[in-house]
Structure formats: C-alpha cells, structure tokens
C-alpha cells in the first residue's frame, strides 16, 4: 500500500485511534494515550471528536469503537455494482458445493473479501467479510492478477514483496509469471497451501464486458478432500456460478 506524500498528522493519530480500538476492543485515555505514545489530551479530543460523530462510545472510562462502522461498510459494499448478484450467487454456490465460499475484489494491491458463505461442510478459517490479503498467494489473488494488463501488472510487482506465508507459497517473479500465464490460459486459478496448510482452492475472475475484471470467487476446502478430481469438480462449479453473473451483469 503506498504511503501518503504529505500525510496529515491529526488524520494519522485518529486513525491509530480506531485501529488502537479496533485491536484491543475498549480502552480509557490513559491506555490508548500510552499505547499510541500521544499525550492524555491530544487522545481525549480525538476521542471526543469521534464520539461526536458516532465513530466512538465511551462506556463507564472506557471507549470502543460505535456502530456508525457498520452503516459506512454496508454503504460502501452495496454500492459495489454486482453485489447482490454476486451475493445471491455465491450462497448457491456454498449450497451446492457445501464449502467455504468467498467473494474478492482487488483494493489498493490486496484482496478485500466482500462476501463469504458457509456450505454444510465448511471449513472454519479466519477469514471474514472485510478481511485483506495479499494476492499472489491466493487462488482469487492469482485469477485477479492474471487479467491485468503488463503494465499494471509491473506496478503490482514492483509495489509487492512475495513473501512465503508457508512453503507452498511462489516468491519468484518468474515462477508467478509462469502460473498466470497458465491461468490466463485455462481460465482457473489455484491454491495449494499457499496461505494456510492445510488448505487448497480454486479462483475464477468476473470478467468486465469492457476489459478487466469485477473481482474473483474463490471455492477453499481441506487438502483431506480437496483432491484433483474435487478440485476440478469444484472448478466446474466455480465457472458455471461466473458465467451466470456475467451474463446477468451485462443488464445492470
């Protein structure tokens, strides 16, 4: 994520503020103002301000964060062109597929999940609707980076250090290069344990009429019976749930 030229001192410390309270639940001044190496006074404003507008409750000496959250991300989610095809679709897909089943769109060289469902088989993972990662170890990463342009996708990699989050995971310029041009050609992208062992999926991008790509689904499951012939089974279903919001979105 690039760093601001000219950041602003005041919107930095507010936003440590929530991410401060976002980590720990609930502080009082004195702790946050510890915490976040900022005097008792210059806390007790910001948190004032915040409260103000909803973004901050204080309770007994404490504060924690307010729900004014939920009504900004259910806002900036619906206002997603395709989310509630996408939404309507990928709870077939966790139907039919019964596994965990997630929604992704690329934001600032990460993935951002906005939608995530729960077949009967599931696995439990700490993913959630919000939650970032990087997207070349991913199977909806990979689907996503694979329809970018070259130009594009030299400021991905030139912005991005391929770091292994388990031994699985490509760290090689070279070696991911490989694997989107395969995906570029077969239209499935795959994850073998490449963020979490244990763990294995296959990605499919929504591709734009115009160009480029909406976001990717995803079908994660655990390598106990995430084989090649489920792999491929669920791939199937993963591109028939992509086509049907494709063509359903050309009427938005």
Not at 156 to 166: G, I, N, Q, S
Request: glycine share 6%.
């Amino acid at each position: 994520m690039k760093k601001a030229r000219n950041p602003v001192k005041a919107t930095q410390t507010a936003l440590d503020i929530v991410n401060a309270l976002r980590e720990h639940e609930n502080l009082g001044v004195t702790k946050l103002a510890e915490t976040l190496d900022i005097s008792k006074s210059a806390a007790h404003c910001h948190l004032s301000t915040l409260r103000e507008y909803g973004y901050v409750v204080k309770e007994a000496d404490k504060y924690r964060l307010g729900l004014q959250f939920i009504d900004v991300a259910h806002h900036v989610r619906n206002k997603f062109e395709i989310y509630d095809l996408v939404r309507d679709e990928i709870d077939k897909l966790a139907e039919e597929s019964r596994e965990l089943v997630l929604f992704t769109v690329e934001e600032q060289n990460q993935g951002i999940c906005l939608h995530k469902a729960e077949g009967e088989h599931a696995v439990q993972t700490e993913l959630y609707v919000g939650y970032r990662n990087d997207l070349y170890h991913t199977a909806v990463g990979k689907a996503i980076l694979a329809n970018k342009t070259e130009e594009k996708l030299l400021e991905y990699l030139d912005e991005v250090e391929l770091e292994a989050r388990t031994k699985f995971t490509i760290t090689s310029e070279e070696q991911l290069r490989e694997e989107l041009a395969e995906i570029r050609e077969s239209g499935f992208a795959y994850n073998r344990e490449e963020t979490i062992h244990g763990l294995k999926g296959v990605g499919v991008p929504i591709k734009r009429q115009n160009g480029g790509v909406y976001g990717a689904i995803s079908v994660i499951g655990p390598t106990s019976r995430m084989d090649e012939e489920r792999l491929e089974q669920l791939s199937q279903m993963v591109y028939r749930t992509v086509n049907v919001i494709e063509i359903n979105a050309t009427s938005l």
